[in-house]
């Protein structure tokens, strides 16, 4: 299936599942090797990256925890850079080395948003894995140490991402033609 619809926009395949995988192990494997010994607490953001955080903890082979969070800042296909917690932080984070598990890095004010919130619960570090980073859209200053794909500038969907609600039960990534 190279060419999708849904709603009113064509996407075709971008990202094959084989070449997605490789590069979640090859983060896993990163994140094995660099926080071993730290217990991390993978903080997945909730609901694009729920693909992405299912096949990344399947290769982690440290001993970890995993929570999830859900902010919304997407409708349609611009970012509006607003976001709103909807499900919040229940683990106490104080000490502890929390990763972030984000699908998509855009503007990047989501992500900025977001390690301010954590910021204040007095964590003693914070890494970020970003399934996908847009390096051209970014705005704001970001560490992003784990990344899976860098993308052009393209609205995707797939692999757990979604247009107005759809497209996230793909297992490749799709861009917009039409
Ligand atoms: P940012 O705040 O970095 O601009 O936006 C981050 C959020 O926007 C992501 O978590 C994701 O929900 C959404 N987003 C950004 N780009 C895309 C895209 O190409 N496709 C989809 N489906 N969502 C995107």
């Known amino acids: ?6 709603k009113d926009k064509l996407f ?33 953001v909730l609901n694009g990256s729920f693909m992405f955080t299912a096949d990344l903890l399947k290769h982690i082979t440290i001993p970890c925890e995993i929570s999830f969070v ?3 800042s997407y409708q349609g296909v611009s ?7 909807v499900i919040g932080i229940n683990e ?9 598990v984000e699908d998509i890095v855009d503007t990047g004010l ?11 619960r007095r964590p003693q570090e914070i890494h970020i894995a970003s399934l996908l980073v847009k390096p051209d859209k970014l705005k704001v200053d970001l560490n992003i ?3 899976a794909m860098n993308i052009p500038n393209d609205f995707i969907v797939g692999y757990g991402l979604d247009y107005d609600g ?13």
């Open 166 to 178: 759809f497209g996230r039960n793909y297992p490749d990534i799709y861009t917009v033609i039409d």
């Open 145 to 147: 140490e784990y990344v």
């Open 92 to 100: 106490d984070i104080a000490g502890r080395t929390v990763v972030i």
């Open 12 to 44: 075709t395949v971008s990202i094959k599942e084989q070449e997605i995988q490789k590069e979640v192990i090859r983060v896993a494997n990163e994140i094995n090797r660099d926080l071993a010994g730290k217990n991390p607490l993978l903080l997945s």
């Open 70 to 72: 859900k902010l919304a």
């Open 1 to 6: 299936m190279n060419t999708i619809q849904i």
């Open 79 to 85: 970012s509006t850079g607003t976001i709103k917690e």
């Open 110 to 120: 989501t992500m900025q948003r977001l390690l301010e919130t954590l910021g204040t």
